[in-house]
């Protein structure tokens, strides 16, 4: 059972810049360069979005379109960990952010976060 945990969220201003951190743990049958990464956010009152993946040789990524230009993708396998920066961000970014975990032969994501809060400010 893959464990995932973020860290990094908090409270900034608008245009401020965050960097979350996802790191896996528990990879007993399997290595981390086998999972494509995802990040996802959920605000309030609203359903959870997609909002950046990275393949797992990290050569591919994909991002929300509203993201795009602001937030960037990566992932370090020595170290079983995949980041979020964010950069320029604005009140609408206000949520939770989960990151998931897609083994190399599925497509959905099988593992999830506990989930990281970040809130933007005017």
């Known amino acids: 059972q893959v464990q995932l945990r973020e860290s990094g969220g908090g409270l900034v201003q608008a245009g401020a810049s965050l960097r979350l951190s996802c790191a896996a743990s528990r990879l007993t049958f399997s290595t981390f360069s086998t999972y494509s990464m995802g990040w996802f956010r959920q605000a309030p009152g609203k359903e959870r979005e997609f909002v950046a993946k990275i393949s797992w040789s990290g050569s591919s990524t994909y991002y929300k379109d509203s993201v795009k230009g602001r937030f960037t993708i990566s992932r370090d396998n020595a170290k079983n960990t995949v980041y979020l920066q964010m950069n320029n961000l604005k009140p609408e970014d206000t949520a939770v952010y989960y990151c998931?975990?897609?083994?190399?032969?599925?497509?959905?994501?099988?593992?999830w976060g506990q989930g990281t809060q970040v809130t933007v400010s005017l």
């Open positions: 998931a975990a897609q083994p190399r032969d599925r497509t959905l994501y099988d593992y």
